[in-house]
């Protein structure tokens, strides 16, 4: 179930895909099959299944139920507190794998294998064929990716519990991967496995500095890390050019793998390339500043859909005009797809997924609620009767336009687990099916009976950056979050938005009127049931926006990973519950407005 292929050789990635994608049915079955072999015996699959009949397909599914997290989080609890690997897998569990933890407040742990090292490798590894097919002469200079490790946590089974990514680079697949001439970084792997994220992030933007005409690619997992990165960049250009020009590494690198990996990149004074660095950076404006920091460079590598959709204006600023290319669908539960089509505008990415990694079903879900289709839907009994599971489709046979939520079945333990995530099916490559990705499922504001999703909100958010911010006020809006405030009747919706001059670093320059047509425009732009409760209902109050001061979203981050968030792996929440959160947001504060009229409303048919 894991092929193997040269990764230097990009006509047989090519090949490889092709063959995956065009067999997608036959190896979902042995996938499948091989699955239910290794794992029958466990203690898990044992409560549905009877014997060697039941290893089939059909029997499977018509026995062994779709579960969410809390169902089997007491089988991973007990695996964590030391009882046997076999309560899920036949293969010994060699760590936990931990979510970016930023949703539900605590990290979920999800069991991993040795063997799914190796399944994730092959996963990266089809990266390079596709970005080749697209971008010539990549093996002809290096890619600087900023990458970044978190601490493990011990469980009482003395198992380490680690972000996936974390994971992935401390493995030996990563620490002794085979030289791969298109793969190259600029970052010592000392670097990248640094456990203090400020250290590492100084030392990989040094070396990437210093190497700046051989960088033919930029990025990092995260649009949000990467313009972490860029602000960083901002914040120590001169300390970084004060290194490169004395050939030394500043005082506070106190990893002594850091200091010594990059002094070996660095290579004794370099003036004359320190002058031109901070040339750049001393400008006025940093629009296009990628471009002229690593004038070769052929794309920023990030992933900007989902959540990460709405990084992308400030990336199009600070890029030049670079492509922005997102290349793969992953979590900590499993490696799904990768984008065929990488050099597509980030509005029109979508994954293909794998039909090799895991055993995949999808579960129809409303197209606008983005909700689970119900046994009430199809029947006339009670509302509150379970999902009909014989809706739930295989990886083959979902429909082109229809949202499902992802459900799978892995080699590492989970068995018809929801993953949580909305996809919408875009199309096929062969008979692998291509999804968009749309949400986390069950992300919303609500203070009444509407329900506003991360999609409706990064929407309506966009629309009104797009027709009030960019002129005349010229602003950046670089993050927001929200919150359903209900400590007044009626409750609200608010918005934190943190702002910046396009051409400064200043303060910015608040408008009343401008803000408050942004708070309108949000209203505007969102749905039916929220203007009806605005309009008619009255049940909730007029929208607010909060101006946060400059960097108060790098002091969210910090406290969420303060919480047990990845540095790597974090992701702006769009939907803050956390009263330290909430405490962080306002104490930043500099500005406040609310929108200044009703948003429009019609009644539809029988609502009104």
Request: glycine share 6%.
């Given at each position: ?338 984008n065929l089509n990488p050099l597509c505008n980030p509005s029109d990415v979508s994954y293909t997924l794998l039909p090799n990694m895991a055993y995949f079903e999808f579960l129809p879900v409303d197209d606008k609620s983005h909700e689970e289709i119900h046994f009430a839907l199809h029947s ?192 702006t929440p769009r939907c803050v519950k956390s009263g330290g959160a909430l405490e962080i947001l306002d104490s930043r504060v500099i500005g406040r407005f609310f929108s200044q009229r009703v948003p429009q409303w019609e009644p539809l048919g029988l609502d009104s």
């Open positions: 179930m894991i092929p193997r292929y040269d990764p230097n050789d990009t006509e047989a990635g090519l090949k490889l895909l092709e063959d995956i994608t065009t067999n997608a049915e036959a190896i979902q079955e042995q996938v499948l099959h091989q699955i239910l072999s290794q794992n029958s015996g466990t203690q898990y699959l044992q409560a549905f299944l009877e014997g060697e009949s039941d290893k089939d397909q059909q029997s499977f599914k018509n026995k062994v139920p779709v579960v969410n997290y809390d169902d089997i989080k007491p089988f991973i609890q007990r695996i964590a507190d030391g009882e046997s690997s076999d309560i899920v897998s036949s293969q010994p569990i060699t760590e936990l794998l931990t979510s970016s933890g930023t949703s539900a407040g605590k990290p979920k742990l999800m069991p991993s294998t040795a063997e799914e090292l190796e399944r994730k490798t092959f996963f990266y590894s089809m990266l390079v064929p596709v970005m080749n097919k697209y971008v010539n002469g990549l093996d002809e200079g290096k890619g600087m990716y900023l990458l970044f490790i978190k601490p493990e946590i011990k469980t009482p089974s003395g198992l380490m519990a680690r972000p996936v990514l974390t994971s992935y680079y401390k493995s030996q697949h990563f620490r002794n991967r085979p030289f791969n001439k298109y793969n190259v970084y600029t970052s010592p792997d000392q670097t990248i496995l640094c456990q203090d994220s400020k250290q590492s992030m100084y030392c990989q933007l040094l070396c990437g500095l210093v190497q700046r005409s051989h960088v033919l690619r930029v990025g990092a997992v995260f649009a949000s890390a990467f313009l972490r990165a860029v602000k960083f960049l901002e914040d120590h250009y001169k300390e970084l050019c004060a290194d490169i020009r004395t050939g030394t590494v500043t005082s506070w690198i106190t990893e002594p793998a850091c200091r010594d990996s990059v002094l070996s990149v660095l290579q004794g004074p370099n003036q004359e390339l320190a002058d031109e660095i901070e040339c750049e950076c001393a400008e006025k404006s940093w629009e296009g500043i990628l471009r002229r920091l690593w004038p070769k460079a052929k794309y920023v590598e990030v992933i900007v859909t989902g959540s990460m959709a709405q990084y992308i204006p400030t990336l199009e600023f600070y890029s030049g005009g670079l492509p922005l290319v997102s290349t793969m669908y992953a979590s900590s539960e499993c490696y799904f797809g990768i006339n009994t009670d509302d509150d009767d379970p999902l009909k599971e014989d809706l739930i489709v295989d990886l083959v046979n979902v429909e082109v336009g229809r949202y499902y939520e992802i459900v799978i079945t892995t080699f590492t333990g989970l068995y018809r687990y929801r993953v949580g995530d909305i996809l919408k099916v875009t199309g096929f490559h062969n008979k692998a099916p291509q999804f968009r990705f749309v949400q986390r499922r069950n992300v919303v504001l609500s203070i009444d009976t509407d329900k506003t999703s991360e999609e409706d909100l990064l929407n309506a958010v966009t629309q009104a950056k797009l027709n009030h911010l960019q002129q005349p006020s010229s602003l950046l809006l670089t993050e927001y979050t929200s919150y359903a405030d209900t400590s007044s009747i009626p409750g609200h919706y608010v918005l934190f938005w943190e702002l910046k001059p396009r051409h400064n670093n200043q303060p910015p320059e608040l408008e009343d009127k401008t803000m408050e047509l942004c708070c309108s425009e949000v209203e505007d732009c969102l749905d039916y049931v929220y203007r009806r409760c605005r309009n008619k209902d009255k049940s909730i109050g007029p929208l607010e926006i909060r101006v946060v001061s400059l960097g108060t979203f790098d002091l969210l981050m910090d406290f969420c990973v303060s919480q047990g968030s990845s540095v790597n792996q974090y992701k």
